[in-house]
């Protein structure tokens, strides 16, 4: 049974930091795309960082506009984790942070984790 499993959220002051891990199980993600999502209260997903192989054993990163700067996303595979370093957080970021994989050679993001909650005071 293929799982991701998102930890690391909790309530943290404006300007402090997380963060995130999403644990893989069931398959191996080497070569998968791993994206963090968010969802805020009234709010559609959006698109957070993204990890994604480009061949080999050679991987890119990309990120929203938004948290350019803030956040770093890194890939861990002997353990078949996905990190999220966030950094100078804002009340903006406040969220539920879900992280997908998406496997190479697909268009879709196939897997979910069921998400974790992130606060930001002011």
């Known amino acids: 049974q293929v799982q991701l499993v998102e930890s690391g959220g909790g309530l943290v002051q404006a300007g402090g930091s997380l963060r995130l891990s999403c644990a893989a199980s069931g398959r191996t993600f080497r070569t998968d795309a791993i994206g963090w999502f968010r969802q805020a209260p009234g709010k559609e997903r959006e698109f957070v960082a993204a990890h994604r192989w480009s061949g080999a054993n050679t991987y890119y990163a990309d990120y929203a506009d938004s948290v350019k700067g803030r956040f770093t996303i890194a890939r861990e595979n002997a353990k078949n984790t996905v990190y999220l370093q966030m950094n100078s957080l804002k009340p903006e970021d406040t969220a539920v942070y879900y992280c997908?994989?998406?496997?190479?050679?697909?268009?879709?993001?196939?897997?979910w984790g069921q998400g974790t909650q992130v606060t930001v005071s002011s």
């Open positions: 997908g994989a998406k496997p190479s050679g697909t268009d879709d993001y196939a897997y």
